[in-house]
């Protein structure tokens, strides 16, 4: 199974344009490009069964954010409030991605 190409980086604001969750916004909080899914924080969230462990003696049931498919997010920009494609500008210090709407920088959490 090849890579799909992903639109988002982890710590992208995204929204959900599609599904149960569809119109909730949450921060990408891992990027799975092997399976073309991203996990978003506070969206998907399913319950786990978990085994008494040493950690966790008393066992139980956790939430926890489940990945969804990346054709199902879009990047959102806070600047113009509304979901938008991201489109590569260049500049001094190399190439940044842009909102297409407004044309702010979108945020780059991955060089933090």
Do not use: F, W
């Not at 982890?10 to 599904?19: P, R």
């Amino acid at each position: 199974m090849s890579a799909e190409k992903v639109n988002v980086k982890k710590g992208d604001m995204v929204m959900v344009i599609t599904g149960k969750d569809a119109g909730k916004k949450g921060k990408v909080l891992q990027v799975l490009p092997a399976k073309g899914r991203v996990v978003v924080e506070k969206v998907n969230v399913v319950k786990k069964h978990q085994k008494p462990t040493k950690n966790n003696p008393q066992g139980g049931i956790t939430e926890m954010e489940a990945p969804i498919h990346s054709s199902n997010v879009m990047l959102y920009c806070t600047e113009c409030n509304s979901v938008t494609r991201k489109s590569m500008k260049e500049t001094g210090e190399g190439k940044v991605r842009v909102c297409k709407k407004c044309g702010h920088n979108l945020p780059d959490q991955s060089k933090k």
